[in-house]
């Protein structure tokens, strides 16, 4: 499992990165959040992205699909 963050809703509010900081981290000079590009394997580290997905408040990360 992947995961990327669509820079145009990103509000940068670092959120995500405070909740899983192994798979997002904020790009301060873009302004925005980025997700790590690596596959995702390890169930915690897994269920603490999703919920860094589900509690972004512009639902700005989505599952990468190929």
């Known amino acids: 499992m992947k995961f990327e963050v669509d ?3 990103c509000i940068c509010c670092g ?7 192994d798979v997002f981290e904020i790009n301060d000079e873009e302004g925005y959040a980025v ?5 995702v394997t390890d169930e915690e580290v897994k269920d603490n992205a999703i919920s860094a997905m589900e509690g972004c408040p512009t639902s700005a990360i989505h599952e990468k699909t190929a």
């Open 15 to 21: 959120a995500c990165a405070a909740i899983c900081e």
């Open 35 to 39: 997700a790590k590009d690596k596959e």
């Open 7 to 9: 820079k145009d809703a």
